[in-house]
């Protein structure tokens, strides 16, 4: 079964590291794929947020890192994935996920999201505040892996 894990990614952070570890012990191969989202404004450049991702799952054999646009479960198909893969933090991300995924499951004429629960050592962290974080000097070392840290580092450095 090839499982598709979609998000953001910018930045990844442990949470996701850690779900990517897990459903690739669970499926035959896993795309993380990575959403080029022309209405948002990057924090990250697409480009450097697949080199980090790819840097960060180094060793890993059954994945593959790539970037897409428009939807999800069109995206999902073209590649063959049986299903979509996302983490849950917390009771906050329910209603949007459960939303999404069930839009998701009428678009595509049924494939189905899987969730994970996040590791509670990582429920705290999400892209968002980690950006936050970064950009207001604070210590982000604990909350993503290092080719990010090193990275973010780096950029915050030279800001
Ligand atoms: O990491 P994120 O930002 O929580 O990921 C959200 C993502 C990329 C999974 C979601 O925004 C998405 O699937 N966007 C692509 C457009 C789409 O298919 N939207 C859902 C149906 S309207």
Redesign the pocket.
């Known amino acids: 079964m090839k499982a598709l894990y979609?998000?953001?990614?910018?930045p990844i952070t442990n949470g996701h590291i850690d779900v990517i570890q897990r459903i690739t012990k669970l499926f035959d191969h896993v795309i993380i794929?990575v959403?080029n989202?022309q209405d948002k404004k990057d924090f990250i450049p697409l480009r450097d947020r697949l080199k980090l991702i790819k840097e960060s799952i180094e060793g890993t054999k059954n994945v593959s890192v790539e970037s897409?646009?428009?939807?999800?479960?069109?995206?999902a198909k073209s590649k063959g994935a049986d299903v979509?893969i996302?983490g849950l933090r917390a009771a906050s991300d329910f209603e949007?996920e459960l939303e999404?995924s069930q839009?998701?499951y009428f678009?595509s004429n049924g494939i189905e999201t899987i969730f994970l629960m996040t590791n509670p050592k990582y429920s705290f962290i999400r892209?968002s505040r980690v950006k936050e974080v970064a950009n207001l000097g604070g210590d982000i070392k604990e909350f993503v892996p290092n080719p990010v840290y090193k990275y973010l580092h780096q950029k915050m450095a030279f800001k």
Not at 6 to 10: K, Q, R
């Open positions: 979609p998000g953001s990614f910018d794929a959403l989202n897409f646009s428009g939807l999800t479960v069109k995206y979509i996302r949007y999404m839009i998701n678009l892209s």
